[in-house]
């Protein structure tokens, strides 16, 4: 017995033996080696181990393997429990008391807008829009929010590309409802700038978050950018003694309409970016944010 490379092959005699184990056992780790690589001699081999005294037995043994392994027919899923799947998968943010915090607040500034007569309802919404993706982003990971976080963590899926999917998944739940709230507003009280922009400050402001969780976490990362957002509105806000609702629109325009604010937005949103992706590793330790 050989190869192919030698010229010969495993006989039927030589199969049979090798069947019934009285095939010397150097002679065996050829016949093993050689069907390996040749086709018509593995043919050979199994077609003695079918006739062979072990039929009935290897019979029972492929006929429980393929019981166990035939796929069932698919079964289709009702429309509701796919609903509840994709519902579940989109992050603990858009399950919890998040979304609810969201609508709060849309609904809150409809309600000082038209119910109340407030005229700061705009100001005081473009002033909290910017933060509330940074707060559904601080409830989408880690096992303070996540009842599966054990699970995502060693997942192919987890890491950045978890992370990244459902920061996408707030944004792409808050930022229409903040933006349709502000321009639902009464146009008497959109005093300051316009009700979208708020768009880059939120977004530079989460991408920064999640660039610092890299670092300290999730929490302690948009407990800070949040924090600071909210002193750099509300300190120079409170400083001036004016009317605060004319202030807080001033302080506003400063930070979303002027050229430098914006370029400033823009250079702050790239070099997050760019630090997540140089960090991309730090995202892994999914346990530590």
């Known amino acids: 017995m050989s190869g192919p490379d030698t010229g010969w092959h495993v006989t039927g005699g030589a199969a049979a033996r090798y069947v019934d184990g009285t095939l010397p056992e150097p002679d065996c780790w050829s016949v093993e080696r050689h069907v390996e690589s040749c086709a018509s001699c593995a043919a050979r081999v199994s077609g003695a181990a079918r006739a062979g005294a072990a039929a009935p037995v290897l019979a029972g043994v492929r006929a429980a393997l393929l019981a166990d392994v035939r796929a069932p027919a698919p079964v289709r899923v009702p429309a509701a429990r796919r609903l509840g799947r994709l519902w579940w998968s989109v992050g603990p943010a858009l399950r919890g008391p998040w979304l609810i915090a969201l609508f709060a607040v849309a609904a809150g500034a409809l309600g000082l807008g038209y119910g109340a007569g407030f005229d700061g309802a705009g100001p005081l919404l473009l002033a909290l829009a910017p933060v509330v993706p940074v707060a559904g982003v601080a409830v989408s990971y880690g096992r303070h929010a996540d009842p599966l976080h054990e699970i995502a963590a060693a997942s192919p899926s987890g890491g950045l590309r978890l992370v990244l999917v459902r920061t996408l998944a707030v944004l792409a739940v808050s930022l229409p409802v903040l933006t349709a709230a502000g321009l ?11 009700p979208a922009a708020w ?18 976490g999730c929490r302690a990362a948009t407990g800070a950018v949040g924090a600071g957002w909210v002193a750099a509105v509300a ?6 003694p004016r009317a605060a609702t004319a202030r807080l629109a001033e302080q506003l325009s400063l930070y979303f309409d002027s050229p430098a604010a914006r370029a400033g937005w823009a250079a702050a949103l790239v070099v997050s ?11 892994d330790r999914l ?3």
Do not use: C, D, F, K
């Not at 639902?184 to 316009?194: F, I």
């Not at 300190?235 to 001036?240: C, M, R, S």
């Open 199 to 216: 768009l880059l400050p939120a977004l530079a402001l989460t991408l920064a978050a999640l660039a610092l969780g890299g670092w300290v």
């Open 287 to 289: 346990e530590t944010m």
């Open 235 to 240: 300190v120079p806000t409170a400083a001036v």
């Open 273 to 283: 970016a760019a630090l997540i992706a140089v960090r991309r590793s730090a995202y």
């Open 184 to 194: 639902l507003l009464p146009a008497a009280h959109q005093a300051g700038p316009g």
